[in-house]
């Protein structure tokens, strides 16, 4: 490889630790091709897995942009939804920052480190590699073969300080929580079904928010939640059975009423699908509306901007609606019309047989349905002009899987299972396309199946 003395800017790595006294390459960065840096050997940079374990696969990209008045290039250094975060002069990175000379970017908070400079370093050795010359370039620090570190006997010295970065912490420690007071709940059956309730609500939703792939804070979405809980406590839900379920066709069938599948298709679309799926909807609107009224960068955390905002607040919606309506009345009634002869035991054992499926069948059920109306709520807000079609070509989509879903069962159990596949693919579908339109897709974490 050879040296470039008329590079326009640089990017050279510090030495640290005990390998202070090695001198450690410079890159010159190209005004036309991206740089990533990271353990994966399709990277520009590579980095050795054995010293930096620390570092992600794909972990920080620099990215050439436009150039500036002064006819100078300037490049950002992007986040690649790094495991332990990237840090630009000692701050957490967030997305990309424009680089100015003289920038320190760190891989991790005891990474590796690289400094920007505008100009070649005068001493041509080491040398400056264009990007066209450059190979993958393995960083191995000399270290004795045979030697063993303190941080490798005791992994937790190293790694357990940038732990509460990890993806897996947070799950991990919740489910801990859940199962110390399920032990605790053993006994008060109402306490022990919300407990599992909401843990496997919990994790339901969490599949369907990796999938997605963006981050919005956690109270946003638990508000959600409690808005959809707090209007089916709210006079809201006996206007809309008025006018859902009285006045338009769609009436509940009486138990042991015969009715013919499509005139039970018809009342499920209105009573079940258009009311429920619009009553879901209402918190989206609120976070849309108050949304516009905050600056940026509250504007995108709080409100809906694009379509993955959409799915993942109507996916929290479906989970509050799920809970109250399992917990509140499938349970309660499975108990209460269990024969009184089998104990209360037995009554109990049988909510709970039906607590868990209603449940987990929420991913291809409730959170189906709203995450998917979600997605063309986002749309309409990234294509306003065409909102009033993009709302109710969405709107009807849900309700009418939301009506086959629940008129279908007195088919077949088999043909249930394909709608619930459907209902899932629908969503899977929409999730795909929310990122290939998503605004911030360079930052999507689900981006990459692997790092």
């Not at 979600?374 to 009418?400: D, E, M, N, W």
Request: charged letters at 10%; one cysteine or more; glycine letters at 10%.
């Amino acid at each position: 490889m050879t040296g470039n003395p008329l590079a326009i800017a640089s990017l050279r790595q510090l030495p640290s630790g005990s390998f202070s006294a090695q001198k450690q390459p410079t890159y010159s960065l190209s005004t036309e091709q991206i740089m990533a840096i990271g353990r994966d050997p399709r990277c520009q940079v590579v980095l050795d897995s054995t010293v930096y374990g620390s570092v992600s696969r794909r972990h920080v990209e620099i990215r050439p942009t436009a150039t500036t008045a002064n006819g100078r290039p300037t490049w950002w250094v992007c986040d690649l939804n790094s495991s332990n975060g990237t840090y630009l002069n000692g701050k957490r990175l967030r997305g990309c920052r424009v680089l100015n000379g003289g920038d320190r970017v760190s891989l991790g908070q005891n990474g590796p480190e690289f400094v920007f400079d505008y100009c070649a370093p005068p001493n041509p050795s080491p040398p400056v590699q264009t990007l066209k010359e450059m190979k993958p370039l393995l960083l191995v620090p000399r270290v004795p073969r045979n030697s063993v570190t303190f941080t490798q006997l005791f992994p937790i010295a190293s790694a357990g300080l940038n732990l509460h970065q990890k993806a897996y912490l947070a799950p991990a420690m919740i489910t801990v929580g859940f199962v110390v007071s399920l032990f605790v709940a053993v006994g008060n059956a109402v306490l022990f079904n919300l407990l599992l309730a909401t843990y496997i609500a919990l994790a339901a939703y969490y599949f369907v928010y990796r999938l997605c792939g963006k981050h919005k804070p956690w109270w946003v979405l638990l508000s959600a939640g409690l808005t959809t809980v707090l209007l089916l406590r709210s006079p809201v839900l006996p206007l809309f059975i008025v006018l859902f379920r009285q006045l338009l066709p769609g009436q509940v069938p009486e138990a042991g009423e015969p009715m013919n599948f499509m005139v039970l298709l018809i009342r499920m679309f209105f009573g079940a699908g258009l009311m429920e799926e619009l009553l879901k909807a209402l918190p989206l609107l609120g976070f849309y509306l108050l949304g516009r009224l905050l600056p940026t960068p509250w504007k995108e955390r709080v409100g809906i901007s694009e379509p993955l905002d959409g799915i993942l607040l109507g996916a929290a919606s479906a989970v509050g609606f799920t809970l109250l309506e399992t917990l509140g009345q499938y349970v309660p009634d499975m108990i209460q019309n269990t024969t009184l002869q089998l104990g209360d035991g037995p009554r109990q054992l049988m909510g709970l047989q039906l607590l868990i499926p209603r449940l987990l069948g929420s991913i291809s059920g409730h959170m189906a349905y709203s995450g998917y109306f979600g997605y063309f709520i986002g749309l309409s807000v990234l294509k306003p002009r065409q909102s009033a079609v993009i709302l109710g070509i969405g709107y009807l989509s849900a309700a009418s899987l939301h009506a086959l879903w629940n008129a279908i069962g007195s088919v077949s159990p088999f043909v249930l299972a394909l709608v619930g596949i459907l209902s899932y693919a629908f969503l899977g579908a929409a999730i795909l396309k929310a990122r290939t339109l998503s605004p911030t897709r360079s930052q999507n974490f689900a981006t990459y199946l692997r790092r």
